[in-house]
């Protein structure tokens, strides 16, 4: 009994300090005490590791420490505001063990019109310095060459070929800003 206050002491404190430095999602947080606890007690049997695990896990919750719909939403303003797509942001959040109800709760929020995911395509274009916002002087002989670059990096960002084109259909430089800065 005195070991498991002990390990149980250790989890806590682990798991504060871990919860101090970092928003994360509740899977994320149970990987990491599973980390700890193999490190404390290696020889520890699974059941009585996870059920440490979970009360430790369960503590936290009940103080609002760990947030899944928080770590989402702000997951999800974070991969907008930088140009990502519908589908990055899916990716990522299905990668820190998301439940799939909250994903697709924070797409809709960030994703809601057709439009939102030209203007993170534009917001990413404009950071890379491509499609209407490329600076240099275009000559024939290297657009093609030059555009397929510009799908290639916007797909690689998870983006449709239709958004990307339509992006890259854009050739007035306020037109996309405008798009940039609507709000709502």
């Known amino acids: 009994m005195d070991n498991e206050n002990h390990i149980l002491e250790f989890l806590n404190k682990n798991g ?6 970092f928003e994360t999602t509740e899977y994320q947080f149970k990987s990491f ?18 059920e440490f695990i979970n009360a430790i896990t369960e503590k936290m919750k009940k103080l609002n420490y ?17 140009g990502g797509s519908k589908k990055l942001l899916k990716y990522k959040l299905n990668e820190k063990g998301v439940d799939d109800e909250i994903i697709e709760k924070i797409t809709n929020k960030f994703f809601s019109k ?37 799908y290639g990096a916007l797909a690689r960002r998870g983006f449709s070929y239709e958004t990307a084109k339509k ?11 405008d ?3 609507r709000t709502g």
């Open 16 to 21: 504060l300090r871990y919860l101090s430095k």
């Open 114 to 150: 057709k439009l939102d995911e030209i203007q993170s395509a534009l917001i990413f274009s404009k950071k890379k310095k491509i499609g209407v916002f490329y600076q240099k002087k275009l000559n024939e002989s290297d657009t093609s060459n030059l555009k397929n670059k510009w």
């Open 167 to 177: 992006v890259f259909d854009i050739d007035n430089l306020s037109e996309a800003e």
């Open 33 to 50: 005490l599973r980390k700890k606890i193999d490190v404390f007690d290696p020889n520890l049997r699974f059941s009585k590791k996870n």
């Open 179 to 181: 798009i940039i800065n």
């Open 66 to 82: 760990i947030n899944d719909l928080r770590y989402s939403e702000i997951k999800g303003e974070k991969i907008f505001n930088n």
